[in-house]
């Protein structure tokens, strides 16, 4: 761990040096900058920023700055944000692009459904690589400054950023091709299966004809053509965003086989993050103070019945974003997350009360419930699905026929008909599968959405009880608006910022004895 002191720097309690009283000494001013790293305007840190200001006069303040910086992060070396995961990423720089490029920590977290040290990391490596600076408040906060045009420096910068649309289309591409190659081969198998009947036909009433001879073979003298690009017809390598754009179902054949079989995909792909986005608007929305209650509609809960004094579905979120429980004076248990409560926005900030309103108008225009979606069966209409489920059986008494024919055949079978026999099994696969796999899906679909079905309907009911709540819940939920705050974090409350050089930042004398003065009091 290389320990390098650059930049002013602050824990998030400054409050604590209230608590203590330093000894006296000469006053001095500590600031060290290496040459190594002088090159960079940001040295990202996992970073404990701490503040220390001692008063060695009533007049002089003294600043002591220290930031350590981990030996993994090399400002310049390499692109740090090409280490993070991409939805990581991706969600940290739309949560900056809605704060418009100045945000806390907690800003990013519950914006964007990360977890506190995720969203540190991305802020770190997204201003080591981009030109952003921090910037720390009377009290310790550190907040992040970005450039207007971070994402084109980043951009520039990092391949990684530049391959991935590529990467993200051959996915696509290869996807679709694996979907459609299922429907192909229904096509093809039928094709195989039955010109595999006709060619025996055919041999045994050519052999019929020319009577018995010894040494006898099937050697069938037919002959098929087959081009399996014939069937690329079928095949749209824009099917997803057409299917995203399109505001119809309906899909094609080829499509048809592959959603009857195997589904259409997981209904509910992305929407654990989105659950973390709507609680981490809602505590910050209610000032970073919230009841379990309010929680339980976005979280897997049981009926109220069943857990009516259990509050431990919350622990997730405490965990997440670094909360920690409160007592109020009637003895009722809310969660505080200090982190939430500090901002470096003004939006949607205001003093929340509930007094009679209806919840789904106090919560600030966030979801009253978090509903997952269930699973369908398949997507295709009724004609399709019914043309689809017509080919399958056809093939399936093809294949049981040509087993037949083939087990009953006293020859050697050549040609064509020895090429099918060394595919038979295949076949066979294939077409026990068609049926098998769709059977097993609806039942496993049953009992998932069963399940689905009671988690909605828990948390439901969970968002009914905050509609109208009884006494004992109101003053709890009013006592929790009580202890709310939430505190915007302005331009004329930083006392350092790294874009410019600590020599250049003027702290007159009566601002510090102003925030001593405040300390004091404080005690």
């Not at 399996?228 to 099917?239: E, I, K, N, R, T």
């Not at 259990?310 to 505080?336: A, K, M, T």
Request: charged share 25%; glycine share 6%; proline share 6%.
């Amino acid at each position: 761990m290389a320990s390098t002191s650059v930049c002013f720097a602050a824990s998030a309690s400054a409050r604590h040096l209230a608590s203590s009283k330093p000894p006296p000494r000469k006053p001095s001013l500590l600031l060290r900058s290496p040459a190594d790293l002088s090159h960079s305007s940001f040295y990202p840190a996992s970073i404990r920023l701490r503040i220390a200001i001692r008063p060695p006069s009533p007049r002089v303040p003294v600043v002591r700055a220290s930031v350590e910086v981990p030996a993994g992060i090399r400002p310049g070396s390499v692109v740090e944000t090409d280490r993070l995961p991409s939805d990581v990423r991706n969600r940290s720089m739309e949560a900056v692009d809605s704060y418009g490029g100045r945000v806390t920590i907690g800003d990013v977290a519950s914006r964007a459904g990360l977890k506190l040290d995720e969203a540190e990391r991305a802020l770190q490596a997204l201003a080591a690589d981009t030109g952003g600076f921090l910037e720390v408040s009377d009290e310790g906060d550190v907040l992040y400054v970005f450039p207007r045009d971070y994402r084109s420096k980043l951009a520039a910068k990092s391949l990684r950023m530049k391959i991935e649309p590529l990467l993200d289309k051959l996915k696509e591409a290869t996807a679709y091709l694996i979907r459609v190659s299922f429907g192909t081969a229904l096509i093809a198998s039928i094709v195989i299966v039955y010109t595999t009947i006709i060619s025996l036909i055919t041999s045994r009433s050519d052999e019929d004809n020319r009577g018995r001879r010894g040494g006898r073979s099937y050697d069938s003298s037919f002959t098929v053509f087959f081009r399996p690009s014939d069937l690329f017809w079928y095949w749209d390598p824009y099917y997803y965003r057409r299917r995203q754009m399109s505001t119809e179902d309906r899909m094609n054949f080829v499509e048809s086989v592959f959603s009857f079989v195997f589904g259409d995909g997981n209904p509910n792909q992305g929407i654990e993050e989105e659950r973390w986005k709507l609680i981490g608007e809602y505590i910050t929305s209610n000032g970073g103070v919230v009841t379990a209650q309010e929680l339980a509609p976005y979280l897997d809960v049981l009926p109220t019945e069943e857990t009516a004094d259990d509050e431990s579905f919350i622990l997730p979120v405490l965990l997440r974003y670094d909360g920690h429980p409160e007592v109020d004076d009637e003895g009722n248990i809310l969660y505080q997350f200090p982190s939430l409560q500090r901002t470096a926005s003004s939006r949607g900030v205001g003093r929340l009360e509930y007094v009679g309103k209806k919840w789904a108008k106090w919560v600030n225009g966030v979801e009253r419930y978090f509903k997952e979606k269930k699973w369908q069966f398949s997507k295709t209409g009724p004609s399709e699905k019914a043309m689809v489920i017509g080919l399958g059986a056809l093939n399936l008494f093809g294949v049981v026929v040509l087993d037949s024919m083939l087990r009953n055949t006293a020859v050697t079978p050549r040609g064509f008909i020895s090429f099918v026999a060394d595919l038979f099994p295949l076949l066979r696969i294939y077409a026990a599968a068609f049926f098998a796999i769709p059977l097993f899906r609806w039942f496993l679909l049953r009992k998932t959405n069963a399940d689905i079905e009671k988690r909605n309907q828990a948390r439901q009911q969970r968002a009914k009880a905050l509609e109208f709540p009884d006494p004992s819940l109101r003053r709890k939920l009013l006592n929790a608006r009580d202890m709310a705050r939430r505190t915007v974090i302005g331009s004329d409350r930083i006392v350092y910022s790294t874009e410019e050089d600590f020599s250049n930042q003027d702290y007159e004398g009566r601002d510090w004895d102003q925030r001593f003065r405040e300390l004091e009091r404080s005690d």
